[in-house]
DNA sequence: CTAGAAGCGTCCGTTTTCGGACACTGCATG
DNA sequence: CATGCAGTGTCCGAAAACGGACGCTTCTAG
């Protein structure tokens, strides 16, 4: 249950600031100034802290989106959280939409980071689970769910699923439920 | 792509503020000043911002948490974001362990509330979606991710889904991948 | 009480899927 | 060049899943 976190960002004070933030017996911190070769540093990481402004000045986020946009394909399940001191709202939604997990505005309230890098990690960590699923482990959920949200009615159960109601009774004695 | 939200605090003035710094051309927004009858209010919406202290001086937000996992258990996909005056951290961790989307600390910044309440209606967008799937639908989608995940090599794609190779090729077949 | 609707669990002849095996291709290594 | 490893696509007898149909139990309404 402990999460590893890497920070990335130009500037020592908010690396140190946020270092400290975070630092817990729960949760590993690493840093980094500069997001050169962020791939393999965030290699095995749960969530990533990312500026959105390296070059002194730069206001537009554009090379926090470019970041955000590389490491994603590279490893689509890790949690990417934004920070930013310029935040508009068309800049966070394009973040969202580009697969941000969240979107922090320096300066932050320590609570609400803490609570936004745990949030991040464990989606990382439900997103990696599930990719790792196998395809019965899927049906057996979803006949699961299927079952629960229909308060028990077989019917509507297979329904749901696009089953006949025989082959609902099937998979059931085939995954022991 | 317009939501829709409930929000849910006993000071009116916190909801006229909360109801204008939400409001926009893509979501619609109610409130309430009780909780009670919450089920019926929520139906519908995409997303509930909810007060943790109800009873006047009351801090411990139990209040809020009962309301939450009432709400949760009536309708588990909706996405509820708690807000409070008095937030700790192992406050927040109960409360998203609860099934709480975000937490959020009054006095709250705008664009924050924004972007929480967003990612959380797409949140219960997605949730609702996923949960409609028909079984084919889901091992179709698993296919795809599995054989994306292994670069199209067909032997891991089918360890990974815990098949053998020939019913790999079988399935992409009869859905057509 | 009775008719109808809705749901349940199971049967069985037909259809589909299963997976080990086989032959083939590409490619790196000695 | 030869060897071996990793991957691919297909075949086929055995095995499993398919789903329409049947008889049964509730439950609700007239």
Redesign the interface.
Known sequence: MAFAFLIVDDDPDVLKAAALALSGPLARVDVATSPDGIEALAAGRDAVLLDMNFALGARSGEAGLGVLAQLKSAEPELAIVLMTTF???SL??EA?KKGAE??I?KPW?N??L??AM??AA?ATRARRAE?????????RR??A?ALL?SGGNMTKAAA????TRPALYRRLERHGL
């Open positions: 935040g508009g709202v966070a939604v969202l969240d979107f505005l309230r609570d609400a803490e609570i745990t949030k464990q990719a790792g699923l196998t395809l019965d482990e899927i049906e979803a006949i769910r949200a749901m699923l696009g089953l």
